[in-house]
């Protein structure tokens, strides 16, 4: 069971906008920023989005993240065959004392 | 440019201690700011944190996992060193080192899949 909850699967066709969801509370996401991870089964997994919405260098502006009180959300638009893949989001707990992740969400396109 | 890279056994039998290592470059472990941290994920299954140093040699474990864990660094070698006690058969999984900036996981390792089995 994850301290971090998103929704274990999401779909979308090429071209269309999908929002993943991840919902904590005031220890981890209300009081930290949130971090984005995105991996492509059997790599790596990658920096995606860090600070609630700031993007690495490299990553296309197709992808997005915000955060409202206890919740966060990625969103991906103008959708790829490449983005299929699995997200997770992570921050901070203040009462852990360490980082959490979610449970990851797997995107098929 | 930064990178990591895990080494360790492949293979651990029940009960026995798994250290692995973490070897940096492309940065250095005494930088202000600098973090490493260990996350493995289980075959199938999702991320998940275990211990994090800082430049400053603050240390930081997983409450589920501390008791088991160690995490060190050894900062002329540029390396950090996580030990694993007592490992069981639920502890197979990939074990990822990755870079800290500060709370960030910006650049990861490889990883190195551990097996644990008698």
């Known amino acids: 069971q994850s301290v971090l909850t998103q929704p274990p699967?999401?779909?979308?066709?090429?071209?269309?906008?999908?929002?993943?969801?991840c919902s904590g509370?005031?220890?981890?996401?209300?009081?930290?920023?949130?971090?984005?991870?995105?991996?492509?089964?059997?790599?790596?997994?990658?920096?995606?989005?860090y600070g609630n919405n700031q993007r690495p260098s490299g990553v296309p502006d197709r992808f997005s993240g915000s955060k409202s009180g206890t919740s966060a959300s990625l969103a991906i638009s103008g959708l790829q065959s490449e983005d299929e893949a699995d997200y997770y989001c992570a921050t901070w707990d203040d009462s852990l004392n360490g980082p959490v992740f979610g449970g990851g969400t797997r995107l098929t396109v | 440019q930064i990178t990591l890279k895990e080494s360790g056994p492949t293979l651990v039998k029940p009960t026995q201690t798994l250290t692995l290592t973490c070897t940096c470059s492309?940065?250095?472990?005494?930088?202000?700011g600098?973090?490493?941290?260990?996350?493995?994920?289980?075959?199938?299954?999702?991320?998940?944190?275990?211990?994090?140093?800082?430049?400053?040699d603050y240390k930081y474990?997983?409450?589920?996992?501390?008791?088991?864990?160690?995490?060190?660094?050894?900062?002329?070698?540029?390396?950090?060193?996580l030990?694993?006690?007592?490992?069981?058969?639920?502890?197979?999984?990939?074990?990822?080192?990755?870079?800290?900036?500060?709370?960030a996981f910006d650049f990861w390792g490889q990883g190195t899949m551990i097996t644990v089995s008698s």
């Open chain 2, 61 to 81: 474990y997983s409450p589920s996992l501390k008791s088991r864990l160690t995490i060190t660094k050894d900062t002329s070698k540029n390396q950090v060193v």
């Open chain 2, 83 to 103: 030990t694993m006690t007592n490992m069981d058969p639920v502890d197979t999984a990939t074990y990822y080192c990755a870079h800290s900036n500060p709370r």
């Open chain 2, 34 to 56: 600098v973090g490493v941290g260990w996350i493995r994920q289980p075959p199938g299954k999702a991320l998940e944190w275990l211990a994090l140093i800082y430049w400053d």
């Open chain 1, 25 to 49: 509370s005031r220890s981890n996401i209300g009081f930290n920023t949130v971090n984005w991870y995105q991996q492509v089964p059997g790599t790596t997994p990658k920096l995606l989005i």
């Open chain 2, 26 to 32: 492309g940065f250095s472990l005494s930088t202000s």
């Open chain 1, 9 to 21: 699967s999401a779909s979308g066709t090429p071209g269309q906008r999908v929002t993943i969801s």
